[in-house]
């Protein structure tokens, strides 16, 4: 191995590595603050790529009628409840946006041509479509369950995750895609060509790593979720409900799960099935960071990535056993330095 | 069990003009165990009312079962309107809030975080006044706004009950409960969080006080209930129940001889 292959490797697993590091604090944010380990973060990933990759190839995204079909239950069940409560303006405002907003969103995207539309407008749309799915998906599945155990929560998670899986493969079939890249020049580094795709991926998500800092530290929104993160009794003491910050973290979790998948598919081909690889790499990170720490997730996301990278040079047949087997030494190393914390009930 | 002092005129908080809270025959189990039985308690405006009695004899349970964090039967009307069963977030955003016993507070965020956190339920309906709740709150703690930057959980037990009971002020609440604000605490700040309390009444919050240092909540109080075996058992204007035989002899005599009492 010379440097400038050493180099090219770094490149690449620099780029996967920031959308591990995304993934990774998708995933500590879920868990600390709903206890539910988001295995279907990967499906998120997939579903932007494909979602996106059909626009582009002129087909209506079928992911636009699950939505329809997540706000219609949400509609039932919400708008069920506020009219036998009486509140008549809520169901309104709930079949509004659970049911309204979708459908409005159908009709926009199938009346358009879509595949002419600019780049942007196409990540939009594919944002629109996907991201609402995180907090309806938590009405629908977590919210009734929200104080049922750890182990519950992960095993809904795995029957959503093989749920979302077989749509998958319904909505947008066994074949692969890939994106044509946001753009097309290259970067000349010494020895290494640096695409600027890679300059995208990289951007974005030291741009939303920031932005999400920025969030948690400055909005009293974005406090309230670390509220209750540290302390559901007090949180919700302050009127600070489960239900609104459940909701409100798989609006983020789902966001940045989709938003990576829009970035990797020029870079990646996507199957149907390739989030749950991705979403899982997100969640060693996520383990060598304890489930409770952003830095240390997001520095165990680059080292992920970067031993990816190596590993497919050296012995790529074994490349996802060797980033798998970090997970043993470091569940090994986090037994033995940290306490043993009983679950609170 | 005490003899029930019920003589109809006495027998309620006739002091309460246009009571904040009134809760009737309030009853909370834990399974098969009836933890409160027919509970009826009034807290007029401004006025504080204390709960006193022994450990285990419910007063915890009542606080929560009236904010909604434990489900009861029986009525509660808050505000001059009738709650079938309280909802947490439905009576943080009408304005009822509670200091409970063990404080809650966010350890690992700053004490002006942990304030500004009070006033969430406020600024989601919109009204973003905090800036100025949050000067308030610190005129009435200045130990607070020293300490603005430090985490809450490094801060004394002194401090971390006024940053509880700052917290909860920042929803400019009409009823404040404040469940052992005292528990824990060395004498010199006892004193200085019921010097606090009447400062608050002052300012025209109405307290709901449930406290096993009768001898301080009863000076504070204007109305007091004894709460026994989840049942009330007493119940009079606070300087009168300070006077009576039966709760100088069971709650403020020297040492613990409600054990004594109960045992009998």
Redesign the interface.
Known sequence: MDMAIALILSQDGITNGAIYALLALALVLVFAVTRVIFIQQGEFVAYGALTLAMMQSGVLPATVWLLVAMGALVTVLDGGLALKAGQGRRAAGVAGWNLGYPLALAAVVGGLAVDALPLALQVLLTLAIVVPMGPMMYRLMYQPIASAPVLVLLIVSVALHIAMVGLGLLFFGAEGQRTPAFSEFSLELGPLMVSAQTLWVVAVSVLLIVALYQFFGRT?YG??L??TA??R?????????PTLAGKLTFFLAAFIGALSGVLIAPITTIYYDTGFLIGLKGFVAAIIGGLASYPLAAAGALAVGLLEAFASFWASAYKEVIVFTLIIPVLLWRSLTSHHVEEEE | MTQQKQDSAAASNAGAKNPVLEVRDLCVSYGKVEALTDASLTVGEGQIVTVIGPNGAGKTTMLSAI?G?LGSRGQVAFDGRVEGVPE??RM??RGM??V?EK???????SVE?NL??????R??MGKRDHAQTLEEVYALFPRLKERRDQAAGTMSGGERQMLAVG?ALM?KPKLLMLDEPSLGLAPLIVREIFRIIGELRRRGVSILLVEQNARAALQVADYAYVLETGQIAMQGPAHELADDPRVIEAYLGLGGKHQAMLST
């Open positions: 009293l406090k309230a670390r509220a540290i302390n009794v007090g949180a919700q003491l302050m009127g600070i409900s | 904010m964090v947490v977030e943080v955003a809030t509670l409970p404080r809650e507070l966010f350890g690992e965020m975080d500004v956190l009070g006033a969430f339920q600024y989601r917290r929803a």
